[in-house]
């Protein structure tokens, strides 16, 4: 669903924020809304976008995923915002996300949550990658000769995230993992989990928490005499946590960008003078340096900003495709170089480690791209069939195992698509005839509308194409041509399809098909291409949607009393039985039966109510030859039976005729 964002009512284009202002993330919502409010000030004041003024539509989601996910659909139906900022959290960012690609409002989240663009077509996140802050700050442990961690991780996918991240990087680096605990941030107690883990005689503590649960962590650990490193999100480099924490005797790494450490970057850093700028107005405005979540904020602005320069129009799609194509941007979380494959944009060098020193933030290291780097956040090609098992379903922490997991299994993935390991390796042209089915497979699915089997069949044949030309490009290239093709083929038999667009749709990736140099981009490429088609021939189908239900039940009204079956009503309305039956359920909820039935059920009550008519003759009157199987419908439907109704219809007044 694709919805005109700008207002009608001047020069104004209204950007959604969903920020934590109360709740137990309000100590980051707050920062998060400033820095997007001044980011908003300081463009508009230079003459806004292309003659028009930002304006901020902000709510507080109070730190609740499922009303963060109601007010975003406020946003795009009641206010029809360009864009949406904001979020504080994975689960929050998750519930957003959700409502993005549903209706295609570019949105730029501030969290550890993670994007994977197969599956997160308009949804950005201005926040480092979360492999960048635990891999960084293992690494500086490695570096400090620390080599065995506990982990104490939240319950919930927050704290998923933070053990599989924790377990694969230690991995990477020799780190060994002692013990895991788990608590819940609601409650403030922690002390049992503390004690189970100091037994163990760690080194260093991960706890991937924010706020305040991250400073009860500190207060605990020093209570218990654990003067060891901790090691918590980058979400917390901002002065609220610093104020928890100023005085706290153990050492605390908080991974961050850096606009936590203005005074030390370097004159040549192309970001410093905009990183300084926006320091000083935020210190002038509110009283106090910008942080990181101001910062987080202030970059989301501002690649809208960009996008809509470019794009010169607030349409969902186009915007999104002018995002993607920013490149070599200096904003205060780093130089971002985007793409329709990364839509975080930015880098590990962009990141530090802080730690706490008589009170304030002190800088501990610069990170820098090492070799662990590549083998945890990069995303690595051949890891790409792991994605595509995912590439339809919501972001989750199994995604990111998906994507980032040792793809050694190859043989379970393969028995995933029905493809033998053996079968592959001896007859070269097995996958061939896989493939081929899988595409045929395909193509029935489109003329039968079932577009949930269609996307099976799609992530099916890019698996086995890519289990069996992975190393040679151009027979991949080639594969995927067919099956590129073998879809607009289907869309085009379509009834009601508007062709124009659709050769429009198809031209358009024609073009883009000599820039795919890798697997990745070939693949999300073509899943964008199915997205795009399936959405074309979807909006014929709501648009004739309507007018088909109308037809069905007024032949049903006409006919109720006749013998009415699949075959004659599908005659009737021009299609296949089995597409009736399938539009009927898909696009309404509905049975043929339901429908005859209700139609049944209403003309019964009216007789029932106003005729003298018998049961018997009632019941050949709607339709039905066997009494008592009229009996047990309308019972199933109303919850009494024929004489019940009667008796009750007619306040107290029941009818003379055997019933």
Not at 42 to 65: F, Q, T, W
Not at 539 to 551: A, F, H, V, Y
């Amino acid at each position: 669903m694709q919805l005109i964002a700008k207002r009608q009512d001047g020069n104004e284009l209204l950007v959604g924020g969903i920020f934590s202002l109360t709740g137990y993330l309000s100590w980051s919502g707050d920062y998060k809304k400033k820095g997007a409010e001044l980011k908003i000030e300081m463009i508009n004041e230079a003459g806004g976008i292309n003659g028009n003024r930002l304006k901020l539509v902000a709510y507080d989601d109070r730190s609740s995923p499922e009303l963060a996910a109601k007010i975003a659909e406020m946003l795009v139906l009641k206010h029809r915002v360009i864009a949406m900022v904001g979020t504080g959290s994975l689960p929050i960012s998750g519930a957003v996300a959700r409502v993005a690609n549903k209706y295609k409002v570019p949105t730029f989240l501030n969290s550890g949550y993670t994007i994977d663009p197969l599956s997160d077509l308009f949804v950005f996140n201005t926040s480092h990658k979360t492999e960048f802050a635990v891999a960084g700050s293992f690494g500086h442990f490695v570096e400090k000769g620390i080599n065995r961690i506990a982990l104490l991780m939240p319950r919930g996918p927050l704290g998923d995230l933070g053990s599989w991240l924790g377990r694969q990087v230690g991995r990477e680096l020799g780190i060994k993992i002692v013990g895991e605990e788990r608590f819940d941030v609601s409650v403030p107690e922690m002390t049992s989990q503390l004690e189970r883990l100091k037994s163990l005689k760690p080194l260093a503590l991960f706890s991937f928490v924010t706020g305040e649960p991250a400073a009860r962590l500190v207060t605990k650990m020093a209570q218990l005499g654990m003067n060891i490193s901790l090691l918590v999100s980058h979400g917390n480099a901002n002065p609220a946590f610093l104020k928890l924490v100023s005085r706290a005797p153990i050492p605390i790494i908080v991974p961050s960008g850096r606009t936590m450490i203005l005074d030390s970057i370097p004159e040549e850093d192309p970001c410093r003078n905009k990183m300084t700028d926006f320091g000083e107005r935020h210190t002038r405005r509110f009283g106090e340096p910008a942080n990181y979540c101001s910062a987080e904020s202030a970059d989301a602005i501002d690649l809208l900003a960009e996008g809509l320069r470019s794009s010169g129009r607030p349409d969902g799609r186009i915007l999104r495709d002018a995002v993607e194509a920013i490149k070599q941007f200096e904003g205060m979380q780093g130089v971002y170089d985007l793409s329709p494959i990364d839509h975080y944009g930015t880098q590990v060098e962009h990141m530090v480690l802080l730690d706490v020193q008589d009170g304030i933030w002190h800088l501990t290291k610069r990170l820098s791209s090492v070799g662990v780097f590549e083998a945890i956040h990069s995303d690595n090609k051949k890891r790409l069939v792991f994605r595509l098992a995912r590439a339809f379903n919501e972001p989750s922490t199994e995604a990111l195992k998906l994507a980032y997991e040792t793809p050694g299994s190859t043989r379970r993935l393969a028995a995933q698509v029905g493809l033998s390991c053996t079968n592959l390796k001896g007859d070269p042209c097995f996958a061939v005839k896989l493939s081929s089915r899988e595409k045929q497979e395909l193509i029935q699915a489109i003329r039968e509308e079932d577009y949930t089997k269609a996307k099976e069949s799609l992530c099916r044949s890019l698996t086995i194409s890519l289990l069996q030309y992975y190393e040679a490009f151009e027979p991949l290239k080639l594969a995927v041509s067919e099956l590129f093709h073998a879809l607009f083929d289907a869309a085009a038999s379509e009834e009601g399809v508007d062709l124009e667009k659709l050769i429009e749709l198809k031209s358009k990736y024609v073009l883009e098909w000599t820039d795919l140099k890798d697997q990745e981009a070939l693949c999300f490429w073509t899943v964008k291409a199915f997205r795009e088609v399936i959405e074309l021939i979807s909006e014929r189908q709501r648009e004739r949607g309507t007018g088909l239900l109308k037809n069905i039940l007024r032949f049903i009204e006409i006919h109720f009393a006749e013998n009415l079956t699949v075959d004659r009503i599908a005659r009737e309305v021009c299609l296949s039985p089995s597409r009736l039956i399938h539009r009927m359920k898909s696009q309404y909820g509905l049975t043929l039966s339901d429908c005859i039935a209700k139609t049944r059920m209403d003309k019964a009550k009216a007789l029932l109510k106003d005729t003298d008519m018998t049961i018997c003759e009632i019941a050949h009157e709607v339709g039905y030859v066997d009494q008592g199987y009229f009996t047990r419908v309308f019972k199933k439907c109303l919850n009494k039976t024929p004489g019940n109704y009667r008796e009750s219809s007619r306040l107290g007044f029941p009818s003379n005729r055997d019933s």
